[in-house]
């Protein structure tokens, strides 16, 4: 069985590894309380205590918002912490796979959506030390991975609210909720990320990935989808312009903010990333449990 390290291991993704990963591999996921990450030597201890096959970076600061406001945190988790486990892990021959985001481009490509040979263009302290994450995370080896995914929805309620349990909440409450007119995504669940994390550690696949649902909408689209299928009022669901909505940000925001999953789907196939709709019915199937 190989064995897994996971830091971030309570997150949104992390836990999900966890809980869909732990009967296949030996999955190893200190707490933050445990292992700080920006602490060296707790990092050095944890890898040549644990000795894994495997490291997964599913921590860091992923608000981006409070990344524009700290910026030294958010260099310190998303870049200096992960170069740090990257780089010792390398000196073990264990290779890491990185969490990023489309955040690393400036969403300004709206002919067609952003693949792995575009070149990145950040605009947010997020983005930025996102990209210098992944490049350290490359440099220290060349078995690494990057896994660049966009608006991961899940079950579990973290302690950062996310957009679509903010949206479910907000419209079984009966409250009006805007979604963004203008702003073309393609979310994704988290059970298909796990999916294709376990391929990719399979496999031993390195270089960049991106993941995200097959198909793409307005953000506005995606809210009306969400309404749909959780049997919530359609009509609260209003439109926005991308200018109005992210207007009192702290963070500047991408407009085009869709991944192409095509290299992921060509070497893994068409069963593991699923449609926009596909993924909301078997995220609503699993909120029911
Ligand atoms: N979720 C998304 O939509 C999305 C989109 C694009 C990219 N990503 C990337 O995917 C990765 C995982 O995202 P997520 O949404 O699952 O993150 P998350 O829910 O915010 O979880 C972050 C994790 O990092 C841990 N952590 C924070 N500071 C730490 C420290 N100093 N030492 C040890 N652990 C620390 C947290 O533990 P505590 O909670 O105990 O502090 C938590 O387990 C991130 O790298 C993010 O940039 C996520």
Not at 153 to 160: A, G, H, V
Not at 199 to 224: C, M, P, Q, W
Request: hydrophobic content about 40%; overall charge positive; aromatic content about 12%.
């Amino acid at each position: 069985m190989l064995k897994v390290l996971i830091f971030g291991g309570s997150g949104l993704i992390g836990s999900r590894v966890r809980e869909l990963l732990s009967l296949k591999y030996q999955i190893v996921a200190p707490s933050h309380l445990q292992i700080d990450v920006s602490n060296n030597k707790q990092i050095e201890q944890i890898i040549k205590r644990s000795k894994p096959n495997y490291i997964i970076y599913a921590a860091g600061l992923t608000s981006m918002d409070e990344a524009e406001k700290f910026p030294e945190l958010a260099y310190s988790l998303n870049v200096h912490a992960p170069a740090h486990i990257a780089k010792f892990a390398a000196s073990m021959g264990i290779p890491i796979l990185y969490f990023s985001t489309d955040a690393v481009f400036d969403g300004s490509k709206s002919e067609k959506s952003y693949t792995e040979d575009d070149k990145p263009h950040p605009v947010s302290s997020y983005g930025k030390s996102k990209l210098l994450g992944e490049q350290m995370v490359m440099n220290a080896f060349e078995r690494n991975c990057i896994v660049r995914v966009i608006m991961v929805y899940s079950r579990k309620f973290t302690k950062r609210k996310r957009f679509v349990q903010t949206a479910i909440e907000t419209l079984k409450k009966g409250e009006k909720f805007y979604g963004v007119i203008d702003q073309v995504v393609n979310p994704i669940y988290v059970d298909d990320v796990v999916a294709a994390v376990d391929l990719l550690l399979e496999s031993g696949s390195y270089g960049i990935y991106h993941l995200g649902a097959r198909d793409y909408v307005t953000n506005y689209e995606f809210v009306k989808k969400l309404a749909k299928i959780f049997n919530l009022n359609e009509n609260l669901v209003k439109g926005i312009s991308f200018e109005e909505f992210f207007k009192e940000k702290n963070a500047l925001r991408t407009k085009f903010c869709w991944l192409d999953t095509s290299k992921f789907r060509k070497k893994f196939g068409e069963n593991v990333l699923h449609s926009i709709d596909e993924g909301l019915y078997l995220f609503k199937s699993n909120f029911d449990l």
